[in-house]
């Protein structure tokens, strides 16, 4: 073998080659890395410069832990004046004892814009409240309006139905009495189209007029009033009575309301 080639066999080769076992080196090398990783980290920290903030606030700090020294000029009065540390302040003691809080202000807010902003946001709140009183008030409103149209519709429709009712008795009764013309237009039903076309006719020929328009309350009031003063007639009871006496006595009344 020449002095050129190398013996792979000899110490000096195999002492050249890293340790290659599966898993013993790899774990050390990942533990060295993070231990030195960690001692960078906290010499990072150490060496970092604190902030303005951060010196105030320590120093802050410490002197509320710390309490006064004899040295403090106010202090030394206190105790001339018969004041003992730890004891609470005034005359028997019963004021407080530990210091008054600092409140520390951060922001950039002036002197009293928390109380601004304190009255805005109650003003708001009033604000707010307002508009939702007025909103019920209106949805109130709103239904009671409903509830009346309602009942008014209701109403003025009994009012018809008694109405037609009361016209059909009329022309009834009127005709057993051989009555062959109402006393009234409107006392009896209405007339067919043809029959009330002719008629139309008729009031545009005689002299324009101005008539007051009953409205159907009116009207049923005086067809009931006929009915019963002529007929003794209850359209409510739908009795014809025998005299005023006998009507006045088991009638309960001349409108609807007292019938029920």
């Known amino acids: 073998m020449?002095?050129?080639?190398?013996?792979?066999m000899s110490d000096a080769?195999?002492?050249?080659?890293?340790?290659?076992?599966?898993?013993?080196?790899?774990?050390?090398?990942?533990?060295e890395a993070m231990k030195k990783e960690m001692q960078q980290t906290e010499k990072n920290i150490r060496n970092r410069q604190k902030t303005y903030k951060e010196q105030e606030k320590e120093s802050r700090e410490t002197a509320l832990q710390s309490s006064i020294s004899n040295e403090n000029k106010g202090f030394a009065l206190l105790q001339k004046m018969g004041y003992k540390a730890g004891q609470g302040l005034g005359k028997k003691g019963a004021g407080r004892?530990?210091?008054?809080?600092?409140?520390?202000?951060?922001?950039?807010?002036?002197?009293?814009?928390?109380?601004v902003k304190k009255r805005k946001a109650e003003e708001e709140l009033e604000?707010?409240?307002?508009?939702?009183r007025a909103k019920q008030q209106n949805e109130t409103k709103s239904l009671e309006d409903f509830r009346s149209r309602?009942?008014?519709?209701?109403?003025?429709?009994?009012?018809?139905?008694?109405?037609?009712?009361s016209q059909r008795a009329c022309e009834q009764l009127d005709s057993q009495k051989g009555i062959t013309v109402p006393r009234e237009d409107w006392y009896w039903p209405k007339a067919d189209a043809d029959d009330e076309e002719e008629h139309e006719k008729e009031e545009e020929e005689e002299d324009e007029e101005e008539i007051v328009?009953?409205?159907?309350?009116?009207?049923?009031?005086?067809?009931?009033?006929?009915?019963?003063?002529v007929h003794f007639y209850c359209i409510w009871c739908g009795t014809t009575?025998?005299?005023?006496?006998?009507?006045?006595s088991n009638c309960p009344g001349d409108t609807a309301a007292d019938h029920d």
């Open 241 to 248: 009575y025998n005299d005023e006496e006998d009507l006045s």
């Open 150 to 165: 309602v009942r008014t519709e209701r109403e003025e429709r009994k009012i018809e139905g008694d109405l037609r009712r």
């Open 13 to 31: 080769f195999l002492s050249k080659i890293q340790d290659v076992k599966p898993g013993v080196s790899m774990v050390r090398r990942v533990k």
């Open 2 to 8: 020449s002095d050129e080639e190398e013996d792979y």
């Open 213 to 229: 328009e009953l409205t159907s309350f009116d009207k049923l009031q005086i067809l009931t009033s006929y009915l019963r003063g």
């Open 97 to 115: 004892v530990d210091p008054i809080p600092l409140n520390i202000k951060t922001d950039r807010g002036g002197i009293g814009m928390e109380e």
């Open 127 to 132: 604000h707010y409240r307002q508009k939702v």
